[in-house]
């Protein structure tokens, strides 16, 4: 009976040895698998993005070096006036109200040349128009609002200037992209022609560069649309203000000439 017992008492220390060391080699097993799984992730993810940039590169080269230059060319012309026109509206711009607070202030109390001087120190157009009209006091409401038009108009044609050029790449970049599709299918025409036999492999190098120049031809259209939409209402934006601020500034002077 006693020797039975040992028995038993054996088995299931061995039993137990067993399950541990069988847990212990399931769990490495467990650790090393996702920590694989880990790394490739990681691999395919830096694979991913590396291959994206190489992707646009082989596409570019791909549509061919003249034309896509040409259109790479416009974009980044197109994008260096845009910004050019961007930072200077945005440092244009003005805080109406407070400027015509401030000039009515320097009116009533120091007169015509306290509020040049406050214009003077403001920035923007609208500051400008409003030393223009000041500095005509002298000769009469009449000549006041002919040099705040005049002066108006200089103003807005400083805030549109090169905004045409954008206009220009956003039509020459698809024109360019659609010469590209045009110069492929006559390319992939040519093969067809040179071989005698219509394949597949013969039209299809041509019928890609003239994919590709188009969509990279609309896809500059589109970057410059956006910017120049922005560009042309923030124009009319200090447009607007420039206008209420002429209009404010003759009920001002009129103020004071009562």
């Not at 994008?79 to 400027?99: G, P, Y």
């Not at 003077?120 to 609208?126: A, C, F, I, L, Y």
Request: aromatic share 6%; charged share 20%.
């Amino acid at each position: 009976m006693k020797r039975l017992f040992s028995i038993i008492a054996i088995a299931c220390v061995m039993a137990f040895g067993t399950a541990n060391a069988t847990t212990n080699a399931n769990a490495n097993t467990i650790v090393s698998t996702i920590a694989n799984t880990t790394q490739d992730e990681a691999a395919a993810d830096a694979e991913e993005s590396l291959g994206f940039h190489q992707e646009l590169k082989k596409r570019f080269i791909e549509g061919g070096p003249g034309f896509m230059g040409i259109v790479l060319l416009c974009l980044i012309l197109g994008l260096a006036i845009a910004i050019e026109r961007i930072i200077f509206l945005n440092l244009s711009t003005t805080n109406t109200k407070k400027l015509t607070q401030n000039v009515e202030e320097a009116l009533s109390s120091g007169g015509v040349d306290s509020a040049k001087e406050v214009c003077r120190n403001t920035k923007g157009p609208v500051a400008s128009i409003f030393y223009q009209g000041l500095d005509r006091v002298d000769e009469g409401l009449d000549n006041v609002e002919k040099a705040v038009v005049a002066y108006g108009g200089v103003q807005m044609g400083q805030l549109e200037k090169n905004v045409s050029w954008i206009s220009l790449f956003i039509a020459l970049a698809p024109m360019l992209g659609f010469m590209g599709t045009v110069i492929g299918m006559i390319q992939a025409f040519d093969k067809i022609e040179a071989a005698g036999d219509m394949q597949p492999s013969l039209v299809a190098g041509g019928i890609k560069v003239a994919l590709l120049t188009t969509v990279f031809g609309l896809i500059v259209a589109i970057i410059l649309q956006i910017f120049y939409n922005y560009i042309i209402a923030k124009i009319d934006g200090i447009v607007n203000d420039m206008e209420d601020a002429s209009i404010t500034l003759m009920d001002l002077l009129i103020r004071n000439k009562k």
